[in-house]
């Protein structure tokens, strides 16, 4: 096994915990109800929260797909899915919630979605990748699964109910899965180091 491979996959997921922890410097600059409306430095300093968010999102993503790729080219000791399924899962999980929130729960369709769809696939491809590759196990395989399942269950909850809420409730419930997300990728990162 290359030493870089869960490198690139600590390193991917403290990026996504850094990327989560901008994210929610912005949601807290612009949608803070508590706060008066940003303007002049504090604009600026949110809109650099937002960009810097997107930067590390896709070093994130990026570093992560390069741990996927190494380890698709590793000894497979598990029985690892292929990495297609992931990709076609997400895209029909993102199609089916769609409809399913705007059909059923009248939420219209906004970038959150995609976002926590496409970290549930990723996070689940790179725990079935590191089983795959023999470094992660049946048990510790399936409780880390089951708690990206229970994350993103929790991270859906909270989507539908945005609108519904009050102005603070509703700051609450959108600062909560970036939370979450953040603190699991930082434990991520940390659980993959050790491996």
């Known amino acids: 096994m290359d030493a870089a491979v869960p490198g690139t996959l600590v390193w991917g997921h403290a990026a996504l915990a850094v990327c989560a922890a901008l994210y929610l410097a912005w949601w807290w600059t612009f949608f803070n109800p508590a706060l008066p409306k940003a303007t002049g430095a504090l604009y600026a300093m949110g809109v650099g929260f937002i960009l810097g968010a997107v930067a590390f999102g896709i070093a994130a993503v990026v570093l992560l797909a390069m741990g996927l790729g190494a380890l698709a080219?590793?000894?497979?000791?598990?029985?690892?899915?292929?990495?297609?399924?992931?990709?076609?899962?997400?895209?029909a999980a993102y199609a089916a919630l769609a409809f399913v929130t705007v059909r059923f729960f009248g939420r219209p369709v906004t970038t959150?979605?995609?976002?926590?769809?496409?970290?549930?696939?990723l996070e689940l491809a790179?725990?079935?990748?590191?089983?795959?590759?023999?470094?992660?196990?049946?048990?510790?395989?399936?409780?880390?699964?089951?708690?990206?399942?229970?994350?993103t269950a929790a991270n859906l909850v909270c989507y539908v109910l945005y609108f519904r809420l009050p102005p603070v409730p509703s700051f609450i419930d959108g600062a909560a899965p970036l939370a979450v997300v953040g603190v699991l990728s930082a434990v991520l990162a940390v659980v993959i180091a050790r491996l």
Request: charged fraction near 0%; aromatic fraction near 12%; charge should be negative.
């Open 112 to 121: 959150e979605l995609l976002l926590f769809v496409l970290w549930a696939a």
């Open 73 to 91: 080219g590793a000894p497979q000791v598990g029985g690892a899915a292929p990495g297609w399924v992931f990709a076609v899962g997400g895209v």
């Open 126 to 151: 790179v725990l079935n990748a590191l089983m795959g590759a023999g470094m992660l196990f049946g048990g510790a395989f399936w409780l880390l699964a089951g708690v990206v399942a229970l994350v």
